[in-house]
């Protein structure tokens, strides 16, 4: 069975740090591109950073920025994203997210064959 599953979420407060995992089961990450993606109530999803097969390149989208920080380990079929100086907006339900590249050069441009379950992250006071 071909499954992404995620782990690591949970209620931190303003300032403080959290790590996402998603473990691939079924299949190997070498030739994927990794995302991640939040959703927020009430709001569409949306993408939040990206890797590309071989760690040479990454995204950032602007609201995470020098804050959040995307890896992979391709060895023990691991993604993993590094949250810190987490604020209250990045309170939402975050998503990963693999598959083959569509097209060079942005990491972006990737068929989603796989999703994880979802991370619920709730950043409160």
């Known amino acids: 069975q071909l499954q992404f599953v995620e782990s690591g979420g949970g209620l931190v407060q303003p300032g403080g740090s959290l790590r996402l995992s998603c473990a691939a089961s079924g299949f190997t990450l070498d030739n994927y591109v990794i995302a991640w993606f939040r959703q927020a109530p009430g709001k569409e999803r949306e993408g939040v950073s990206c890797i590309s097969e071989s760690r040479i390149s990454t995204d950032y989208r602007d609201p995470v920025k020098g804050r959040f920080t995307i890896s992979r380990d391709n060895a023990k079929k691991t993604a993993y994203l590094q949250m810190d100086s987490l604020k209250p907006e990045d309170t939402a339900v975050y998503y990963c997210?693999?598959?083959?590249?569509?097209?060079?050069?942005?990491?972006?441009?990737?068929?989603?064959?796989?999703w994880g379950q979802g991370a619920q992250v709730t950043v409160s006071p």
């Open positions: 997210a693999a598959g083959r590249r569509l097209y060079q050069p942005t990491c972006w441009a990737f068929r989603r064959d796989y």
